[in-house]
């Protein structure tokens, strides 16, 4: 039964991907693991190279997740991926971002005017970055500095705009569909927001 995806049958799990899935909730903080990750249980290796990215690019390091989220979700709104647009706005909404930003990041790929100068500056970097990444040059960097953004934490906007062009990437690949974990929180977000 494909309920993963509309091209891959839905993978035989065994006890060491079990493991792995346990592992996936625990990082994204996620009631369930997303079909994102669940289509690759026919490819063990490949999972184990996916994984990473995910646990130490989005969910670790010194730039804030609630930020790395909103950059997800203008990269995927600016590469039509569905599937992690619809994701990151869950995760986005639960960290606190506003209706407002949301829909900013889905129609243009960037928050309002009136939004965190530092917070649009880091989503704008990473637009660029997604659509010409040799495109950075030393004016970038020396704006981010001066904004107040440390080495450590440029590098992790750069890091997180390659990691949502991947995931766009492998999702859209794929063909997942969207969880229905996702659909629900989506809908009673907006719901609630209206």
């Known amino acids: 039964m494909k309920t993963i995806s509309t091209i891959f049958d839905d993978p035989k799990t065994t006890p060491e991907l079990e493991s792995t899935f346990q592992t996936i909730k625990e990082e994204l903080g996620a009631p369930f693991v997303p079909n994102f990750f669940q289509i ?25 997740r609630r930020l790395k989220e909103m950059i997800m979700v203008a990269i995927s709104s600016l590469k039509q991926c569905n599937y992690c647009e619809t994701a990151h706005q869950v995760f986005c909404y639960s960290m606190g971002a506003l209706p407002e930003q949301i829909e900013s990041l889905v129609n243009h790929h960037t928050l309002p005017d009136s939004d965190d100068p530092k917070d649009k500056a880091a989503i704008d970097f990473a637009i660029q970055l ?3 990444p040799n495109s950075s040059d030393k ?32 999702a859209d690949a ?21």
């Not at 690759?40 to 969910?59: F, H, T």
């Not at 794929?174 to 209206?194: P, R, V, W, Y």
Request: aromatic residues 8%; neutral net charge.
């Open 174 to 194: 794929t063909k997942i569909n969207i969880d229905d974990g996702f659909t629900a929180a989506l809908s009673k977000t907006e719901t609630s927001s209206s």
């Open 40 to 64: 690759w249980g026919d490819a063990p290796m490949a999972l184990q190279g996916i994984v990473p990215a995910m646990k130490y690019i989005l969910g670790s390091g010194v730039l804030d």
């Open 130 to 132: 997604a659509k010409k």
């Open 139 to 170: 004016e970038d960097f020396k704006r981010l500095k001066t904004l107040g953004y440390s080495k450590s934490e440029i590098l992790e906007i750069i890091a997180m705009s390659g990691m949502a062009v991947f995931y766009s990437h492998l």
